[in-house]
T-cell receptor, first 112, second 116 residues
Framework: QKEVEQNSGPLSVPEGAIASLNCTYSDRVSQSFFWYRQYSGKSPELIMSIYSNGDKEDGRFTAQLNKASQYVSLLIRDSQPSDSATYLCAVQGRGGSEKLVFGKGTKLTVNP | DVKVTQSSRYLVKRTGEKVFLECVQDMDHENMFWYRQDPGLGLRLIYFSYDVKMKEKGDIPEGYSVSREKKERFSLILESASTNQTSMYLC???FGVGTGTSYEQYFGPGTRLTVT
């Protein structure tokens, strides 16, 4: 089983819609979870961190964590064409490691 | 704001050359990382450093070495560049364990290396 899995997409949504990005992970004891946004040809940019079960909101972004189901998601409300990018899910490595394990990313396209 | 800089955005080298990629961070982070990113393969960790002169192999260390003589600087060395090392190289840094935002990694702009 892969450590961090994301649907590769592409995911296409119309402008103004809610985009839902999903991620599952295999290590039950992971405590730290992150979402990165990566525009084409650019480096990943941290947009959300979440450490506790439940929802965490930051502007149009909401991260959701369910440790029992080993599932983390990112919702983007009122999607804009500028949100078109690849979104990477990252999970703290095994055994409390300071390394992160990254998913391969989901490519999101927001159509005007 | 965290700032991570890399010495070059684009680099073209010949097979067999020794290549140095430099990374500098200005946030006094303990941890620094080198990744490569290739289409379909995602981000892969090459090396990790958790302190000056301390390093740990990542998932794909073969053909690479690293140097960390100062806390703010982490160098990736390709001892003898090969065409299969053509890739985007990304440096990142993070605070050490025990700080409030440990594990959050901040990336530099990347170096696109082409080996011909």
């Amino acid at each position: 089983q892969k450590e961090v899995e994301q649907n590769s997409g592409p995911l296409s949504v119309p402008e103004g819609a809610i985009a839902s990005l999903n991620c599952t992970y295999s290590d039950r004891v992971s405590q730290s979870f992150f979402w990165y946004r990566q525009y084409s040809g650019k480096s990943p940019e941290l947009i959300m961190s979440i450490y506790s079960n439940g929802d965490k909101e930051d502007g149009r972004f909401t991260a959701q964590l369910n440790k029992a189901s080993q599932y983390v998601s990112l919702l983007i409300r009122d999607s804009q064409p500028s949100d078109s990018a690849t979104y990477l899910c990252a999970v703290q490595g095994r055994g409390g490691s300071e390394k992160l394990v990254f998913g391969k990313g989901t490519k999101l396209t927001v159509n005007p | 704001d965290v700032k991570v800089t890399q010495s070059s955005r684009y680099l073209v080298k010949r097979t067999g050359e020794k290549v140095f990629l430099e990374c500098v961070q200005d946030m006094d982070h303990e941890n620094m990382f080198w990744y490569r990113q290739d289409p379909g393969l995602g981000l892969r960790l090459i090396y990790f450093s958790y302190d000056v002169k301390m390093k740990e192999k990542g998932d794909i260390p073969e053909g690479y070495s690293v140097s960390r003589e100062k806390k703010e600087r982490f160098s990736l060395i390709l001892e003898s560049a090969s065409t299969n090392q053509t890739s985007m190289y990304l440096c990142a840094s993070s605070f050490g364990v025990g700080t409030g935002t440990s594990y959050e990694q901040y990336f530099g702009p990347g170096t696109r290396l082409t080996v011909t």
